[in-house]
């Protein structure tokens, strides 16, 4: 809430500091809506509120809040993984978590580590040595063996974010769709509890980022203008089949 009141008053827009707030009371009657629909159409109002999603734009709504919201619905996407991964890694054996975190403390770091154990090939013989003691526990032996094999390079971390990516913005227009049926038919698809569900994850994902890039001194364009740059920096780094992955890699795809 602190943060959110920065970014607030650090709008010198009207519009953004509207914007704003209307996105906290759309979000608060989804939640006190029982009704499926009346949650979606509140969660989706508060992309079209915060971006200024009109007619008056030349592309189509949906193509308008793809262009936004998949980049940033991808950016921590390896990063989630692994801190799943990190959370069984310390339940399955808290004796190896430990020697390889070392004294880390910091989630971030403790991430890093773990994920640096997993996909650098300076870390084969430990990882190999340790994956013959998981011969009880196959899954987690496989997801090792996936994570080493569709990490192993950065293009191989391009095409699994883009893969991810392309996945979200299908759910996303199938959200969009419904939402369109809502309004003109007053009909919905049988699935619609779990796009209402993908819907709120989402869109509590894209007001983190905006809050916190609000609170740090940016307005709702020049947010927006960060974002694709950061896009162009994510595609030179790792479409390049010929780099190898390095610990700086590492902390890239961890952070982007």
Wanted: one cysteine or more; a negative charge.
């Amino acid at each position: 809430m602190e943060t959110l009141e920065t970014a607030i008053n650090n709008q010198r827009s009207v519009r953004e500091r509207v914007a704003l707030i209307n996105a906290a009371r759309f979000h608060s009657h989804s939640l006190d809506s029982i009704s499926k629909e009346n949650q979606l159409l509140d969660l989706w109002a508060i992309f079209e509120s915060i971006l200024d999603i009109s007619n008056k734009h030349t592309s189509d709504r949906i193509v308008q809040v793809c262009m936004y919201l998949v980049p940033i619905l991808k950016r921590r996407y390896i990063y989630s993984l692994f801190s799943q991964f990190s959370i069984d890694f310390k339940n399955y054996n808290d004796e190896k978590y430990r020697e390889i975190i070392g004294e880390s403390t910091d989630e971030a770091e403790i991430i890093q580590k773990l994920c640096e154990f997993v996909v650098l090939n300076e870390h084969k013989t430990d990882r190999d040595s340790f994956l013959t003691e998981c011969g009880d526990f196959p899954l987690f032996r496989e997801r090792i063996e996936y994570y080493n094999k569709v990490f192993s390079t950065p293009y191989d971390v391009y095409q699994f974010v883009e893969k991810h990516a392309e996945r979200v913005k299908w759910q996303i227009m199938r959200i969009y769709r419904n939402r369109n049926l809502i309004i003109h038919n007053g009909d919905s698809m049988p699935y619609l509890a779990l796009l209402v569900e993908n819907l709120h994850s989402y869109v509590d994902d894209f007001l983190s980022y905006v809050i916190q890039g609000l609170s740090a001194g940016h307005d709702i364009n020049s947010l927006c203008q960060e974002l694709f740059a950061k896009e162009c920096d994510w595609v030179a780094d790792f479409s390049n089949r010929k780099a190898v992955m390095t610990d700086d890699v590492v902390i890239k795809m961890l952070s982007i």
